[in-house]
C-alpha cells in the first residue's frame, strides 16, 4: 500500500490478545510490501489513526508491471529493498537498546 493521505498505525499481536504499536505511517509511506513479494501471511496489522486514502499494488498489477515495465519495475524493486534494510536496520537498533 501506498499511503497517499493520513496516518496508519503498524501494530503487532502479543499473546494473550495484547497489541503494540511499533510505527506510525504517514503520507507517502509504503507498507503491506512483505506480503506482496513473499505471499505470506501478514506478520502486522495496519489501522487507520484518520481517515486515509491508500492506494494497492495487488499481486495481479504487480505481475502485469514486471511484464509491460520491467525497467520501472527494477527501479521500484531497488527502492523497496532499501525501504526493507531501513526497517531491518531500524529494528535492529530498537533491539540493542531494549538490551541495555
Same mark, same amino acid.
Given at each position: 500500500?501506498?499511503?497517499?493521505? &493520513?496516518s496508519v498505525?503498524?501494530?503487532?499481536d502479543?499473546p494473550?490478545? +495484547?497489541m503494540v504499536?511499533?510505527r506510525t505511517?504517514r503520507? &507517502? #509511506?509504503?507498507?503491506?510490501?512483505?506480503a506482496?513479494y513473499t &505471499?505470506?501471511?501478514r #506478520?502486522?496489522s495496519?489501522?487507520t489513526?484518520?481517515p486515509c486514502?491508500l492506494?494497492?499494488?495487488?499481486?495481479v498489477a504487480?505481475?502485469r508491471? +514486471?511484464?509491460?515495465h520491467?525497467?520501472?519495475?527494477?527501479?521500484?524493486?531497488?527502492?523497496?529493498? +532499501?525501504l526493507?534494510?531501513?526497517r531491518?536496520?531500524r529494528a535492529?537498533?530498537?533491539?540493542?537498546?531494549?538490551?541495555r
Open positions: 500500500y501506498l499511503l497517499a493521505r &493520513g498505525a503498524i501494530t503487532l502479543l494473550e490478545g +495484547q504499536m511499533v505511517m503520507e &507517502g #509511506s509504503i507498507f503491506g510490501e512483505m506482496l &505471499g505470506a501471511v #506478520s502486522a495496519a489501522i489513526r484518520e486514502i492506494l494497492k499494488l495487488d499481486k504487480f505481475a508491471l +514486471q511484464a509491460e520491467p525497467a520501472e519495475c527494477g527501479r521500484f524493486h531497488t527502492y523497496i529493498i +532499501q526493507m534494510a531501513d531491518i536496520a535492529n537498533k530498537e533491539i540493542v537498546a531494549l538490551t
